[in-house]
């Protein structure tokens, strides 16, 4: 028998991770609602930076990502030095997995919270322990309630993906003040900028008012920018120094630093995206409501649908992706009798709309 290498074993305590189709067979152009990429694709200024940035690609980034975390600092109002950029919040995500984790470690994360927790966790060789929900909203008193001498990590997205559940700031102080220093909280504020609610907090707050928070970010949802792969993280400077010694030397490339200095720059995109998500997502939900249907309250730019079994939930998919359109199956997640529908534009909402309630008339 011949012998072949052997990865680690934790490597095969995890399935590929498989992201939002994109394709349907015989469909030129599917309405993907698959990702929640965002309803207005990159701002034009991102497109122009990135083909401008093309004539100096014989020349290596700056691997500190200086001049973007300039520019996020002073959008954002927040000190340059204490932000790490990177290929996508993910990679910032696994980064901290891998610095504060590891074999002997338990990490904490919410029953329907982000799989990227989970898989990376296991991959680091940490034990991943999940909190029961209540209304598919994180419960602070489940997390803590898992909390043992050996927990490093807590994760939370909020807004949540796949469920779109918001904690209020006064929860997230709760978890805080209840978890142990020496625990890390890292809070994926990746919808942040959709949130339309005066008792939010992305996470700055709790990450300067200690050493233990970190905030990660991406560009992938509102500024449409998912396929350069551009994220950022907020964090207490040792932390932010951990960050800097375990990243890649150049984690971010010319093209993308560039489409994200000039997504900062467009003069109100932020505002519009948001805007246009607030009302395009209470449409729908409204519309999807009226056939009967439960639509799960989402701070996000999509709506969790339950469609009350697994069955009924796939034959809505099937006729979905008859009509063209592709959202998200949750049964990884947990939610079988669910799917995820990104906020797209409002001729894209209507599709859905429509195709749902031809669905429910049979
Ligand atoms: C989309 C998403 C991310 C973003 O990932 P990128 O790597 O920045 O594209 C992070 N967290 C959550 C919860 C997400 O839904």
Same mark, same amino acid.
């Given at each position: 028998?011949?012998?072949?290498?052997?990865?680690?074993?934790?490597? *095969?305590?995890?399935?590929?991770?498989?992201?939002?189709?994109?394709?349907?067979?015989?469909?030129?152009?599917?309405?993907?609602?698959?990702?929640?990429?965002?309803?207005?694709?990159? +701002?034009?200024?991102? %497109?122009?930076? !990135?083909?401008?940035?093309?004539?100096?690609?014989? /020349?290596?980034?700056?691997?500190?990502?200086?001049?973007?975390?300039?520019?996020?600092?002073?959008?954002?109002?927040?000190?340059?030095?204490?932000?790490?950029? $990177?290929? $996508?919040?993910?990679?910032?995500?696994?980064?901290? #997995?891998?610095?504060?984790? $590891?074999?002997?470690?338990?990490?904490?994360?919410?029953?329907?919270?982000?799989?990227?927790?989970?898989?990376? =966790?296991?991959?680091?060789?940490?034990?991943? &322990? &999940?909190?029961?929900?209540?209304?598919?909203?994180?419960?602070?008193?489940?997390?803590?309630?898992?909390?043992?001498?050996?927990?490093?990590?807590? *994760?939370?997205?909020?807004?949540?993906?796949?469920?779109?559940?918001?904690?209020?700031?006064?929860? !997230?102080?709760?978890?805080?003040?209840?978890?142990?220093?020496?625990?890390?909280?890292?809070?994926?504020?990746?919808?942040?900028?959709?949130?339309?609610?005066?008792?939010?907090?992305?996470?700055?707050?709790?990450?300067?008012? =200690?050493?233990?928070?970190?905030?990660?970010?991406?560009?992938?949802?509102?500024?449409?920018?998912? =396929?350069?792969?551009?994220?950022?993280?907020?964090?207490?400077?040792? %932390?932010?120094?951990?960050?800097?010694?375990?990243?890649?030397?150049?984690?971010?490339?010319? *093209?993308?630093?560039?489409?994200? #200095?000039?997504?900062?720059?467009?003069?109100?995109?932020?505002?519009?995206? /948001?805007?246009?998500?607030?009302?395009?997502?209470? /449409?729908?939900?409204?519309?999807?409501?009226?056939?009967?249907?439960?639509?799960?309250?989402?701070?996000?730019?999509?709506?969790?649908?339950?469609?009350?079994?697994?069955?009924?939930?796939?034959?809505?998919?099937?006729?979905?992706?008859?009509?063209?359109? #592709?959202?998200?199956?949750?049964?990884?997640?947990?939610? +079988?009798?669910?799917?995820? %529908?990104?906020? $797209?534009?409002?001729?894209?909402?209507? /599709?859905?709309?429509?195709?749902?309630?031809? *669905?429910?008339?049979?």
């Amino acid at each position: 028998m011949s012998r072949t290498p052997a990865a680690r074993p934790e490597v *095969f305590s995890v399935a590929p991770y498989v992201g939002g189709e994109s394709k349907l067979p015989g469909v030129e152009k599917p309405l993907k609602l698959s990702s929640n990429e965002g309803a207005f694709g990159p +701002p034009p200024s991102a %497109i122009t930076a !990135m083909a401008e940035a093309a004539a100096n690609m014989h /020349r290596y980034p700056d691997g500190s990502s200086a001049a973007l975390r300039h520019e996020i600092g002073a959008k954002f109002g927040l000190d340059p030095a204490r932000i790490v950029c $990177g290929n $996508g919040s993910d990679e910032l995500l696994v980064l901290l #997995i891998q610095s504060y984790g $590891g074999p002997g470690t338990e990490l904490i994360m919410s029953e329907h919270g982000f799989s990227v927790y989970e898989i990376a =966790g296991k991959i680091a060789g940490c034990t991943v &322990k &999940k909190a029961p929900e209540t209304n598919l909203t994180t419960d602070v008193d489940a997390m803590l309630a898992l909390v043992t001498p050996a927990t490093r990590m807590v *994760f939370l997205a909020n807004p949540n993906n796949p469920t779109g559940t918001l904690l209020p700031q006064s929860e !997230m102080l709760r978890l805080r003040e209840n978890l142990p220093a020496d625990v890390l909280l890292v809070i994926d504020a990746a919808y942040s900028e959709y949130v339309d609610r005066p008792d939010y907090d992305p996470g700055v707050a709790l990450v300067d008012a =200690g050493e233990n928070t970190v905030m990660t970010r991406t560009f992938s949802k509102i500024f449409g920018m998912g =396929g350069a792969r551009l994220g950022w993280a907020y964090a207490p400077p040792a %932390i932010a120094d951990v960050l800097n010694r375990v990243r890649p030397p150049f984690p971010v490339n010319n *093209f993308a630093a560039a489409a994200g #200095i000039a997504a900062l720059r467009e003069p109100g995109w932020l505002e519009r995206g /948001r805007a246009h998500n607030t009302q395009a997502k209470r /449409r729908l939900a409204e519309r999807l409501t009226q056939t009967g249907l439960t639509v799960y309250p989402s701070e996000a730019n999509f709506i969790l649908v339950d469609f009350g079994t697994e069955d009924h939930a796939i034959a809505a998919d099937e006729h979905l992706r008859a009509q063209g359109i #592709i959202v998200r199956r949750v049964k990884s997640y947990g939610l +079988p009798q669910c799917l995820r %529908i990104t906020i $797209g534009t409002d001729d894209e909402c209507n /599709r859905v709309a429509t195709a749902m309630a031809e *669905f429910r008339r049979g």
